[in-house]
Structures are given as C-alpha cells and as structure tokens.
C-alpha cells in the first residue's frame, strides 16, 4: 500500500506538472496571438494617390514629456516616425543625420529644435519637416486578475486581492499621452498636415512586449519602462497619428503635384507673367548636380533638388 501511495503522488505531480507546461504554453501562445494583434496594422498604410508628388521629408528630434524623459528618447520617437513615414510610401525620408549636415552646411543653425520649427528657413533639398511632441507620456498599472503570487506588489487597488503583479506578463497596463504631429514648410512655416489627440490604449505586458521596471516613487500607479520599451508604446501612438493625417497629407500632396505640373505659375514673380524657364534658366554655361543629376542654378551653393554642395 505504500508503494501503491508513492507512486499515485508520483503519478499526480507528473500531471500537475504537465499541466502547468500547457498552462505557460498557452499563455505564450496567447500573448503572441493578442501582440500579433496589436501591431498587424501598424506600418500598414493604404496606397498614396497615383499623381501625388514624392516629397523629401526630414524628421528633427521630437519633444517628449514624460517622468525620466531625456534627448535619448526625443532621438528614439523621431526615429519612430521616421520609420512610419517611410511605410507610408509617401516621402522620399532622408537621414536625420543627413538632415543635420545639411542644415550645419547651409548655416542654419537654430532653425528647429527639438519639436518645433523655431524660425522659418529654406533648407535646400527638403521640401517638408515633420516636427512632434508628445505630452504626459505615461504607463499604469491596473488591477491584476490572477491571484496573488511572488511577483505581487500591493497597490491601493483595491487591497492585496487587487494587488498589480509586474511579474506576470497577463497583468493589465494603459498607456497614454498626448501627441502633436505636424507637417511643415520649413521655408514658410506653413503647416501643410498636422493632427493633435490623445492616444490611450490598454493591453496586456506580454502582448505589448514591455518589461516593468518598477513604480515611480511619486505615483505608485506610474511604472516605469525604459526608453527602448517607451519607443514601442510611442510607434503605436504615432501610428494612430499618421493614420488620421493620411487624407490631410495625401491632399497637400496633390496639391503639391498640381503645382509642379504648371511651373510658370510657381516661377512668375509679383507684378507679370514669366517665360516658363525663366526660373530655372541659368545665365551663362549650364550646371549639373554630381548627386542627382539636376540643373543647379548659377551661383547656387547647394542643389535646390537634393542639397548637395553644387560643383
């Protein structure tokens, strides 16, 4: 009868132990199904306008206002959006490093900072900036609905029955903030496109892949993540963003395109009409840019297309 006991013990720990291998398997199996849930549209753009004009978009460093936020995360959000932008099939994106050098070469310094455009300026061969800030970026906790267990810190939540597991990648938080998107003519500071909302979404730890690194010691509902994991949260904000600014951008595009198509309009200065090659005819011997192959204007330093030193 001993035996008999020891082995039904044996017998039922291998199948609570089974058990608790499907269990995390199915949690897994879960979460991958809610994340691929979550992010199978972001990046997913429906298609331009078939005469809309490609333009070339620079993304300065974003303003972001959050508990520990630094110039790291303004860096990582205009990446963000630098990222969408590109999905979009919309803009010709160039470097932000590129963009930089392109303002150090044509002395404007002090033209933009982070999130704003402090000053009008033509920086050649950009045609739009676009500038963001994101305001109260903030994750919190939400009562857990899985018991206690070791991971468990007490919130005032509703008791330790309510108590936030950080541990436990089922465990509920919201992300929100304020986002402030706008495309801009840096030569005029007219803003073409912009949107501003608020972005809130609560998701699972494991399905928005995060890692809690803590509560903020002024809020004890505020958690903390790091920057690469706020990055995530700020790609789906922006997201949300883009999204809404398509017909505002697709229009401004078109309209753009439309423009083009009638130079002589664009190149008539105040006070008559121009021959429609006046504002490209060069006086003297011709130029050509060495990068993209354009005409350059006589005495131009820069490529009006691409802004690269003219020869």
Do not use: W
């Amino acid at each position: 009868m001993r035996y008999q006991g020891t082995i039904t013990t044996i017998v039922l720990a291998g199948v609570c132990a089974t058990a608790a291998l499907i269990g995390c398997a199915g949690t897994k199996s879960s979460e991958s199904a809610e994340a691929d849930t979550i992010t199978r549209h972001v990046g997913a753009y429906p298609p331009p306008p078939a005469m809309a004009e490609k333009p070339r978009v620079g993304v300065p460093p974003f303003k972001v206002q959050a508990s520990g936020a630094n110039e790291q995360l303004n860096e990582i959000a205009a990446d963000q959006m630098t990222t969408l932008a590109t999905l979009s099939g919309r803009f010709d994106v160039i470097e932000r490093a590129q963009l930089n050098q392109l303002i150090d070469e044509q002395n404007l310094e002090g033209v933009v900072k982070a999130g704003e455009l402090a000053r009008p300026g033509q920086v050649r061969g950009v045609d739009y900036l676009i500038l963001g800030k994101v305001t109260n970026l903030r994750v919190k906790a939400e009562k857990s609905r899985h018991g206690m267990n070791l991971g468990q810190v007490g919130l005032p939540l509703g008791g330790a029955a309510g108590a936030f597991d950080f541990k436990d990648t089922r465990s509920k938080i919201t992300t929100e903030c304020g986002v402030d998107i706008r495309m801009v003519d840096p030569t005029t500071g007219r803003v073409a496109a912009a949107h501003f909302g608020e972005f809130k979404r609560t998701d699972s730890i494991g399905a928005l892949g995060v890692s809690i690194l803590g509560f903020r010691s002024e809020s004890e509902a505020d958690l903390q993540l790091s920057d690469d994991d706020k990055g995530k949260v700020l790609r789906l904000a922006f997201d949300e963003a883009l999204r809404k600014m398509l017909p505002q951008i697709d229009q401004a595009l078109m309209a753009r395109g439309s423009g083009r198509s009638a130079p002589a309009a664009a190149a008539a200065p105040s006070g008559g009409a121009a021959p429609v090659n006046s504002a490209v005819a060069p006086a003297g011997e011709k130029k050509f840019c060495a990068q993209c192959g354009k005409q350059v204007a006589s005495g131009a330093k820069f490529c009006a297309a691409c802004g690269a030193k003219s020869p």
